[in-house]
């Protein structure tokens, strides 16, 4: 029953479409609030709309590893709950792309006036930074 109800929305509604257009609109998004601090040698979008990733890359100062424990935290703060990838749903409106986003935009905005200022990053954790799981001998 719950698959033909699946499949009944899939054909009655424009789940793909919507699913497509929201990612693409946070892509964007996303793509465009990293131009706006000039932090592209920092961060950038990959994948497809419907699943996305923020790719964060090692600085001279601090492993990519460090500045994503600084994103998770701002994110969580905000009540973002994510680990770096978009996984898209029907569910998600509009509304839900934009506070993404306004989460990302102040992210960006704190990591750029860190570096800017030439503060340690590691000063604003308010945890221990993230390690790898496993490690290459």
Known sequence: AASYAVLNKLQKEP??????KHGQ???DGLDQLIKKYDLG???SVAGYPVWS????NDTDK????EIKSL???EMFAQGILCIGTHSL???H???DIQLVLEAYDLFLKKYKHITNQGDNLLDYLHCEPLEPLFKVR
């Open 25 to 27: 609109m946070l892509m």
């Open 89 to 91: 749903s029907y569910a």
């Open 62 to 65: 601090n492993t990519a590893w």
């Open 71 to 73: 994103y998770l935290q």
């Open 41 to 43: 040698d920092v961060f």
């Open 53 to 56: 990733f923020f790719i964060i």
């Open 15 to 20: 789940v793909l479409a919507t699913i497509e």
């Open 93 to 95: 409106k509009e509304h």
